[in-house]
């Protein structure tokens, strides 16, 4: 194979000892969508290495937010591949194989420091203002002595034998080149003295025997990278590319972290942001297309992305941005699937009755909706079949229009539709209805719209304005207050179409219980 075919596999490494966070996400994100543009394979690996910090609920957790946000991988814990198991907890035969052999090879070696050696040895180096390091006390102790200690059962780690002298080289393909000195590097510890192996030692002999190709991972772990670069050639693996993504910074420009809000994917599916907006964001945290375009569908940032455009800069988290982001999204949802995310919504929040049942994998007749042709006269919109049902909330969403700007304002918004207890605003009910003659006005009304036969928006209309033009006042006179009495509130979409979708009982029922309740 030459080196353009070699297939590209990327991985997501998570340690499951916290939630998803925004940089977690960011960095699964990329790898995804760099596996989907390029129709390689993405890898969920999970990395529970730190026994104690690594629980079940975080495993669950990272798994259910890379869900949501429609992060799909190829290989993993829960579905297998070539390359398993998923979970490094499961693979120690192959960190001890791989650690026998770089000592039978000689580039590494077992070390019986205590740690109370190591902890004087740390006093003293920095006492003495030295560089922190392991000082090599058991790189030469003769075999013999070894096997010994060893079937003494004596407390022992592997360690890494760094070249002395020389230094190590990689390519980042958003950093550039890098060089250390060997100098830099100590005896790092591969096994620890648990049988554990360390994160360094780990995650190179998985990612080449998943064969990983591309490492995209946080910036944070640039430093490790030359220990990791002297592994793989110790241990005969080809080297992957790495890719280290920027840091991301919260508004004072510091780490993104718990103390700039929220930083937890949990917290954006619990408000009920939308998946591909959080994704969109995520996108542009250390990636641009051209610099200036912002909104991405889910098939245009894996149509666009690139690792060349991912910038060495630190990215910022801003949640106006994200709020926006989120907002054009819902704006540029179509009605059908709008109308579902808002059914799920209400429904999750009490609002629809028991029997709102609907079966979205049956056609909507959109002909029925508003826009295109008038309500079927003579029907009320109350009930009926749960595609009736379902109708009339997509009405009810459609007449919304972008009035309904946030998916999880729906329930504050369009909540009187499905609820006879709504807020009410106490100013506008004393101004609009019990001032101004307005509940003996809401009375007659009442039963003005009460004796329609056809309780479609053009004979509501017509009822509304000539009952007004009978009043002698102005048709907004009369409005106003039904407006308060039906919805709570001084603002609404076009009132006729509210009554109508209210449909008849209700909007009767409110009326003359407003005009009871403010005496008229
Ligand atoms: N388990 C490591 C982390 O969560 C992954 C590091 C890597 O991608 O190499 O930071």
Request: hydrophobic share 40%; proline share 4%; aromatic share 10%.
């Amino acid at each position: 194979m030459t080196e353009q075919q070699v297939q590209i596999r990327v991985r997501f490494a998570p340690s499951p000892t916290g939630h998803l966070h925004v940089g977690g996400a960011r960095t699964a994100l990329y790898n995804w969508l760099y596996a989907r543009k390029t129709g390689g394979v993405f890898v969920l690996r999970i990395e529970d290495t730190d026994a104690q910090r690594s629980t079940a609920e975080s495993y669950e957790g990272i798994v259910r937010g890379m869900r949501w946000l429609g992060l799909d991988w190829d290989e993993g814990p829960d579905c297998g591949g070539e390359y398993g198991p998923y979970v490094q907890s499961a693979r120690g035969v192959l960190y001890h194989s791989d650690a026998g052999r770089l000592v039978d090879e000689g580039k590494a070696y077992y070390c019986f420091c205590t740690a109370h050696r190591l902890e004087a040895l740390k006093f003293e180096q920095r006492e003495s203002r030295d560089q922190i390091r392991y000082d090599g006390h058991c790189r030469d102790l003769d075999t013999d002595e070894v096997a010994r200690r060893l079937a003494a059962g004596e407390p022992h780690v592997i360690r890494f034998r760094m070249p002395e002298g020389g230094e190590v080289r990689f390519d980042d393909v958003v950093r550039g080149e890098f060089t250390i000195a060997n100098e830099e590097l100590d005896d790092f510890v591969l096994i620890k003295s648990d049988g554990l192996p360390t994160y360094n030692f780990a995650v190179v002999v998985d990612d080449a025997r998943m064969r990983i190709s591309h490492v995209i991972r946080g910036d944070d772990h640039l430093s490790n990278t030359p220990r990791q670069v002297h592994l793989y050639a110790a241990l005969g693996y080809p080297l992957p590319k790495f890719a280290h993504l920027p840091m991301i910074l919260g508004g004072d420009r510091t780490r993104l972290s718990k103390r700039h809000g929220a930083v937890s994917v949990d917290f954006y599916r619990e408000n009920h942001y939308l998946p591909d907006a959080m994704v969109n964001y995520l996108a542009l945290l250390g990636w641009s297309f051209d610099d200036r375009q912002e909104l991405f569908s889910r098939p245009a940032l894996i149509e666009k992305f690139s690792l060349k455009r991912v910038s060495k800069n630190p990215a910022m988290f801003d949640n106006d941005k994200m709020e926006y982001i989120n907002a054009e999204h819902f704006k540029r949802l179509d009605l059908l699937r709008k109308t579902q995310l808002v059914h799920e919504l209400l429904r999750e929040q009490g609002y629809l009755p028991g029997d709102f049942e609907v079966d979205f994998t049956r056609p909507v007749d959109l002909k029925l909706v508003p826009g295109t042709q008038p309500v079927a006269a003579g029907e009320s919109q109350e009930g009926g079949t749960p595609s009736k049902q379902f109708h009339r909330l997509a009405m009810i969403v459609q007449i919304m229009g972008n009035r309904l700007k946030l998916l999880r304002d729906a329930p504050s918004q369009i909540g009187y539709f499905f609820k006879d207890e709504f807020p009410v605003d106490r100013d506008a009910f004393e101004r609009h209805v019990r001032g101004a003659g307005g509940a003996r006005r809401l009375a007659r009304l009442a039963d003005a719209l009460e004796g329609l036969r056809y309780f479609e928006r053009g004979a509501v209309e017509e009822t509304v304005r000539a009952f007004a033009d009978e009043l002698g006042i102005e048709a907004g006179e009369l409005i106003h207050p039904c407006r308060v009495a039906l919805t709570g509130g001084t603002v609404s979409p076009d009132i006729f179409w509210v009554i109508v979708l209210l449909g008849k009982a209700k909007t009767v029922e409110r009326l003359r219980g407003a005009s009871a309740r403010a005496g008229g």
